[in-house]
């Protein structure tokens, strides 16, 4: 019985009052470490992320209900009308759609940034003398996570409603990796905007303007030889049609180095391009 | 080890910034001693927060040069990081996160490995009263105890110049003598801080020096005792029952002062400085006087109240218009978008 009465006494909530004794050791001036390593500093914001997942973690639905959603829906709109039947489509179409809903859920980096900096806590990000990028690099390494998650749930409902890919398990791995190093590079395009645009709102409609055009203005839903020659022209330069071609390839057992390639190209682009006006945009501001 | 350092912490001069048609600052001169408490006193709007944010590298001025401890905020950013530390007007820790990670999380980013950095969340948590809530999210945190983990965050490198942008607005007057006395032990470990308020007394209490911005400007500068002897040290406010005696007691309240008297709006009220720089006697010893002289000539006087100058009384002094608030920080996201 004692023991109750001391455990609520010790929890009764106390008044804090400053102790100058208290406040001096940790106001003595240590030696100050070295400063971290551009990877470390960017794997330190990645652990940010992941531990925001743990507290936060519906913002997981977005990558996982979301493709669930869609695979579900078009493979059983499309299907029958498309490829004769839901499965058979489904060994064309999973490849597509595990493209689109990831590179659709890639605008939740720049909600995330335009969030942070709405909030505050960049400011004192940009204050600490570190690797500068660092900050969003270890962002977007948190939604790569997400990505390979996506990607991951997607492959495993296809695989249960039959999507059989020939290239195995190599063309498969093979596959999502290409579509992560797209979707890190694609994501550079959102910290731009995150940074640019005045709120979370701006941000998502800018995103839905890019990315629905730039999904279903491909090869993912039907092969462009079905559509007018001005559309094939567009989806032929679109870097999704080529991300498709590659993932579809490798996945299948059959690459497609000329995709590939692209690919690669194009992703190397978004990083120089988007990740140049991104950082001049940070440290402008 | 000490870093204690003499000199400048801060020179600043003619710094300007806009915000699209906004003149934030417009021509900042500032220069704070190493080692003491400055303070920026002035309303919202006045141009403090931008000041704050050009001189700890987070914006760039469109003209005029600062340094703090002799580097460019501009040119040498990186090296004016390592030596300071800002705690914003906004949320500047993660509130998903716990009172742990988000110390654990910068200790690291400061170079600390895991076990070092753990170890320095939990000590600065211990000495800041967070260790109960040090497993629960800041958004659970009270206002104080928010305002305690900010200020955790900003000296776990012990910084050279710390940067505190209103620290104290919304808080209880409880949660606002912790943080006066956490500012006060760590000025006392050589650390200069840069305070900026709307509180008069707040930079009374604290501050070595004050510098008074309106309209992105340095309109006075000095001591707190310098600053208050130059407007009068106090203001007395009475309410007469009478309205028809109101101009007599101006007279006699003229005359026992020796300072204008102003008629407010409300038809028993008068205003008038005491304590002005000049007159022999203090502020109190010249209230009493008035008092006195007021109950002589027969004057009824339902309330008398000798208070400090208010910022408004201050800003109406110095500048003949009152503080008007404006948000400097909307401007800011508007304009840099």
Same mark, same amino acid.
């Given at each position: 019985?004692?023991?109750?009465?001391?455990?609520?006494?010790?929890?009764? #909530?106390?008044?804090?009052?400053?102790?100058?004794?208290?406040?001096?050791? &940790? !106001?003595?001036?240590?030696?100050? $470490?070295?400063?971290?390593?551009?990877?470390?500093?960017?794997?330190?914001?990645?652990?940010?992320?992941?531990?925001?997942?743990?507290?936060?973690?519906?913002?997981?639905?977005?990558?996982?209900?979301?493709?669930?959603?869609?695979?579900?829906?078009?493979?059983?709109?499309?299907?029958?009308?498309?490829?004769?039947?839901?499965?058979?489509?489904?060994?064309?179409?999973?490849?597509?759609?595990?493209?689109?809903? &990831?590179?659709?859920?890639?605008?939740?980096?720049?909600?995330?940034?335009?969030?942070?900096?709405?909030?505050?806590?960049?400011?004192?990000?940009?204050?600490? $003398?570190?690797?500068? #990028?660092?900050?969003?690099?270890?962002?977007?390494?948190?939604?790569?996570?997400?990505?390979?998650?996506?990607?991951?749930?997607?492959?495993?409902?296809?695989?249960?409603?039959?999507?059989?890919?020939?290239?195995?398990?190599?063309?498969?791995?093979?596959?999502?990796?290409? !579509?992560?190093?797209?979707?890190?590079?694609?994501?550079?395009?959102?910290?731009?905007?995150?940074?640019?645009?005045?709120?979370?709102?701006?941000?998502?409609?800018?995103?839905?303007?890019?990315?629905?055009?730039?999904?279903?203005?491909?090869? &993912?839903?039907?092969?462009?030889?079905?559509?007018?020659?001005?559309?094939?022209?567009?989806?032929?330069?679109? $870097?999704?049609?080529?991300?498709?071609?590659?993932?579809?390839?490798?996945?299948?057992?059959?690459?497609?180095?000329?995709?590939?390639?692209?690919? !690669?190209?194009?992703?190397?682009?978004?990083? !120089?391009?988007?990740?140049?006006?991104?950082?001049?945009?940070?440290?402008?501001? | 080890?000490?870093?204690?350092?003499?000199?400048?912490?801060?020179? *600043?001069?003619?710094?300007?910034?806009?915000?699209?048609?906004?003149?934030?600052?417009?021509?900042?001169?500032?220069?704070?001693?190493?080692?003491?408490?400055?303070?920026?006193?002035?309303?919202?709007?006045?141009?403090?927060?931008?000041?704050?944010?050009?001189?700890?590298?987070?914006?760039?001025?469109?003209?005029?040069?600062?340094?703090?401890?002799?580097?460019?905020?501009?040119?040498?950013?990186?090296?004016?990081?390592?030596?300071?530390?800002?705690?914003?007007?906004?949320?500047?820790?993660?509130?998903?996160?716990?009172?742990?990670?988000?110390?654990?999380?910068?200790?690291?980013?400061?170079?600390?490995?895991?076990?070092?950095?753990?170890?320095? *969340?939990?000590?600065?948590?211990?000495?800041?009263?967070?260790?109960?809530?040090?497993?629960?999210?800041?958004?659970?945190?009270?206002?104080?105890?928010?305002?305690?983990?900010?200020?955790?965050?900003?000296?776990?490198?012990?910084?050279?110049?710390?940067?505190?942008?209103?620290?104290?607005?919304?808080?209880?007057?409880?949660?606002?003598?912790?943080?006066?006395?956490?500012?006060?032990?760590?000025?006392?470990?050589?650390?200069?801080?840069?305070?900026?308020?709307?509180?008069?007394?707040?930079?009374?209490?604290?501050?070595?020096?004050?510098?008074?911005?309106?309209?992105?400007?340095?309109?006075?500068?000095?001591?707190?005792?310098?600053?208050?002897?130059?407007?009068?040290?106090?203001?007395?406010?009475?309410?007469?029952?009478?309205?028809?005696?109101?101009?007599?007691?101006?007279?006699?309240?003229?005359?026992?002062?020796?300072?204008?008297?102003?008629?407010?709006?409300?038809?028993?009220?008068?205003?008038?400085?005491?304590?002005?720089?000049?007159?022999?006697?203090?502020?109190?010893?010249?209230?009493?006087?008035?008092?006195?002289?007021? *109950?002589?000539?027969?004057?009824?006087?339902?309330?008398?109240?000798?208070?400090?100058?208010?910022?408004?009384?201050?800003?109406?002094?110095?500048?003949?218009?009152?503080?008007?608030?404006?948000?400097?920080?909307?401007?800011?996201?508007?304009?840099?978008?």
């Amino acid at each position: 019985m004692s023991d109750t009465t001391t455990t609520t006494a010790e929890r009764a #909530p106390s008044v804090y009052v400053p102790s100058a004794e208290a406040l001096a050791t &940790v !106001l003595a001036p240590g030696a100050r $470490p070295p400063r971290p390593s551009a990877l470390g500093a960017s794997l330190t914001f990645g652990w940010r992320a992941m531990l925001k997942i743990k507290h936060v973690p519906e913002q997981l639905f977005d990558v996982t209900a979301f493709p669930i959603i869609m695979v579900l829906m078009f493979t059983y709109l499309f299907g029958g009308a498309l490829a004769g039947s839901p499965r058979e489509y489904l060994q064309f179409f999973l490849p597509g759609i595990m493209v689109t809903s &990831v590179v659709m859920i890639t605008m939740y980096t720049g909600i995330g940034l335009n969030t942070d900096i709405e909030k505050g806590i960049f400011d004192r990000f940009r204050t600490l $003398p570190v690797w500068r #990028p660092a900050a969003l690099v270890g962002m977007i390494f948190g939604d790569v996570l997400r990505y390979i998650l996506a990607a991951v749930v997607i492959l495993g409902l296809g695989l249960v409603l039959g999507f059989r890919p020939e290239g195995g398990v190599v063309g498969v791995a093979t596959g999502i990796g290409l !579509l992560v190093i797209f979707s890190f590079a694609f994501s550079w395009v959102w910290t731009f905007f995150g940074l640019i645009l005045r709120s979370e709102k701006s941000v998502m409609g800018v995103s839905m303007m890019v990315l629905f055009p730039l999904t279903f203005l491909s090869n &993912v839903f039907v092969e462009p030889s079905t559509m007018p020659g001005w559309l094939q022209a567009f989806v032929k330069v679109n $870097p999704v049609t080529q991300l498709v071609a590659a993932i579809r390839g490798a996945m299948s057992g059959d690459s497609d180095p000329s995709a590939t390639m692209w690919l !690669l190209l194009w992703s190397a682009g978004f990083v !120089l391009v988007f990740g140049t006006l991104t950082m001049y945009r940070y440290n402008r501001r | 080890m000490s870093r204690r350092t003499t000199g400048l912490a801060i020179e *600043a001069e003619g710094l300007t910034r806009s915000f699209g048609d906004t003149r934030a600052l417009a021509g900042i001169d500032l220069q704070v001693p190493a080692g003491t408490v400055y303070g920026l006193l002035g309303p919202n709007g006045a141009g403090k927060t931008t000041a704050v944010r050009v001189l700890a590298t987070l914006l760039r001025p469109d003209g005029g040069s600062a340094r703090v401890f002799g580097h460019d905020v501009v040119t040498e950013a990186d090296k004016v990081r390592s030596r300071v530390s800002l705690t914003g007007q906004y949320a500047s820790v993660d509130e998903d996160l716990t009172g742990t990670e988000n110390l654990v999380l910068l200790a690291r980013l400061l170079g600390l490995r895991k076990p070092a950095a753990r170890e320095r *969340a939990a000590a600065l948590l211990a000495a800041f009263g967070l260790t109960d809530a040090s497993d629960r999210q800041v958004k659970k945190y009270s206002g104080g105890m928010r305002r305690r983990i900010d200020i955790a965050a900003s000296i776990l490198n012990t910084p050279d110049l710390l940067f505190l942008d209103e620290p104290t607005t919304g808080l209880d007057p409880r949660s606002r003598n912790q943080v006066w006395e956490i500012v006060r032990a760590v000025v006392s470990h050589g650390t200069t801080v840069l305070l900026t308020t709307q509180y008069l007394d707040e930079a009374d209490q604290l501050a070595g020096r004050i510098a008074v911005v309106d309209h992105g400007r340095v309109i006075a500068e000095g001591t707190p005792g310098e600053l208050k002897s130059s407007i009068g040290s106090g203001t007395v406010h009475l309410r007469l029952r009478d309205p028809a005696q109101r101009p007599e007691a101006e007279r006699v309240l003229r005359e026992a002062l020796d300072v204008p008297v102003q008629l407010a709006a409300d038809p028993v009220a008068l205003t008038a400085r005491v304590g002005e720089a000049g007159t022999d006697l203090d502020a109190s010893a010249q209230a009493a006087r008035a008092l006195s002289d007021l *109950a002589r000539a027969g004057i009824v006087v339902d309330n008398f109240s000798l208070g400090q100058p208010s910022l408004d009384e201050v800003f109406l002094a110095l500048t003949d218009h009152p503080a008007v608030p404006t948000d400097e920080r909307d401007d800011e996201l508007e304009a840099a978008r």
